[in-house]
Nanobody, 127 residues
Framework: QVQLVDSGGGLVQAGGSLRLSCAASGRTFSSYAMGWFRQGPGKEREFVAAISRTGGNPRYADSVKGRFTISRDSARSTVYLQMNSLKPEDTAVYYC????????????????????WGQGTQVTVSS
């Protein structure tokens, strides 16, 4: 089992940037495919980005493509989400998530594809 701690959120003006971090516990970080999701006020949790166990083949929601970049650092057992050109509609609580390596999961963009979650970090973008 892995434990995830999200950080890096804050208040930023539209057009600004933030980098979120997700630190994972344990020594098997490379076994987990990872994702970022967000949940705005009164909205369902939605997919933002995902990255494979090896760090290849990143996937993005259309709404963030070209502005956000997901990456991972195995030496630090950390996943990052670099967010540029932020918009007010990006305001949400952002959560990182990890897939259970024991399960055969083919999807990546549904919360049901992930078993482990961070506590969330608030991102607020002012206009």
């Amino acid at each position: 089992q892995v434990q995830l701690v999200d950080s890096g959120g804050g208040l930023v003006q539209a057009g600004g940037s933030l980098r979120l971090s997700c630190a994972a516990s344990g020594r098997t970080f490379s076994s987990y495919a990872m994702g970022w999701f967000r949940q705005g006020p009164g909205k369902e949790r939605e997919f933002v980005a995902a990255i494979s166990r090896t760090g290849g083949n990143p996937r993005y929601a259309d709404s963030v493509k070209g502005r956000f970049t997901i990456s991972r650092d195995s030496a630090r057992s950390t996943v990052y989400l670099q967010m540029n050109s932020l918009k007010p509609e990006d305001t949400a609580v952002y959560y990182c998530a990890a897939q259970n390596p024991i399960k055969s999961v083919s999807g990546y963009d549904s919360p049901n594809d992930y078993d482990y979650w961070g506590q969330g970090t608030q991102v607020t973008v002012s206009s």
